[in-house]
């Protein structure tokens, strides 16, 4: 039989359905567990002083009144049984599991620990090498985070929804065939990643329609305010099909490297001092001073030698109205720093692991479950700092201002409680 791979020329694209997630979990104690679990007092008292302490892993009604609903049967994979609970109002039926288990009983955490803490550098068979188990073990364990939504897991209250964001595409390829994830990111963190076979303007609208599904699940008429971009046309087109009032903001970072990708060693004295002018403009504060010191700058421009640095450095100068409506969002990115930090380390893991191999449903799971995997990571720590100012807190604990536990992926699981599941199919062939 052959194995079925990701193929431009017979795959339309992706649909997406959503079925909602019953289960909420709980960081129970593996030790005192079974014994908790028959205590109905105790156990009681303990949900319920989750529910009072962090009501966002519960559903709304969860404040109406609720009780206990008996067991689920032993699961043959980890010998444990979990507790349901009954919302009042609706009648709706919880499962409540422990967080030292994964989702399906798959394996203990501190197993998948170890494994998806080093799958962001490390490919696939080189950890089932070192850990001696089954390469596509981890492969599934991996991929099952990428359920989840992206944005509901990370942003827990929804007046934290970023009003600001900015979006890139990153080229890529699945058994050979170029695609591109297109990304959104805000406060440091992913809140976008998705498979687009193309760079087009139809199929990058696809693309971040998973956010905008995902955001609006949270809040549902949420809106952002800018969104930053480098400039490519067709994904400035499917940010304003998707947000019509949404405002573009051009990447002047991106506009700069023009610049430097013109210099050749026999320029880069001018080069220099054209880069010291250019980052002058952008330090201005205000439209009127932005407008004045681009004028100036174009002005010298064209006193230059004809030259590829006097045609970028020109060409930055005709993107005035790109980079004016910065100034009426005074918190809007005005460069792609942000997106470009975080798809560094996705291009390194993308590098690690030659692509993707096999199917785009594969692929669209793989990515997005790098993507929460990512925000739930302790940060970097950098020794050149010292320890004064170390602080490894996750991207979604540095914006959320809370953890709900002190292990990394004990917090990743709970904050899943009750999060929109996506399951990604290919589209029928008319």
Known sequence: MTRKTFCKATQPGLEVSQIPNKTI????DEETYPEFLTDNAAYKAYVQSW???????????????????GFTRESAKQGIRLRRILTTADREVWHIRPAFVMPYMTCDTATAEK???????????????VFEYDGMFIHRVTLQMGRYSLVGTTIKQPETLPTDVAADEKQTSISGETVHVATTVAKHCFLGASISPGAGETELTEAYRQFQREAQQVQPDYQPETVNTDGWQATMNAWSRLFPSICLIRCFLHAVLGIRNAATTATIAWYRRILDRVWDVYGATTKRQFSQRLRRLHEWGKSLHESALKTALLKLCQKKAGFLPAYDFPTCLRTSNMVDRLMRGMD?????????????????????AYGLL??????????RQG??????????????????????????????????IYRFRYKKVE
């Open 25 to 28: 979990v709980l960081p129970f």
């Open 51 to 69: 529910i009072d302490e962090y009501p966002e892993l519960f559903p709304e009604t969860i404040g109406e009144g609720w009780s206990l609903n």
């Open 115 to 129: 494994l998806l803490f080093l799958r962001k550098w490390v490919p696939v068979w080189a950890l089932a090498h």
């Open 348 to 368: 390194k893991y993308l590098f690690a692991h030659q692509g993707f191999h096999g199917t785009l449903v594969a692929a669209e799971y793989g990515i997005r």
């Open 374 to 383: 990512t925000n739930f990571r302790p940060s970097p720590y950098n020794p």
């Open 387 to 420: 320890e004064a100012n170390r602080n490894c807190a996750s991207p979604f604990t540095q914006l959320n201002k809370k953890t709900y536990h002190e292990c990394w992926l004990h917090n990743m699981l709970i904050a899943t409680s009750g999060q929109a």
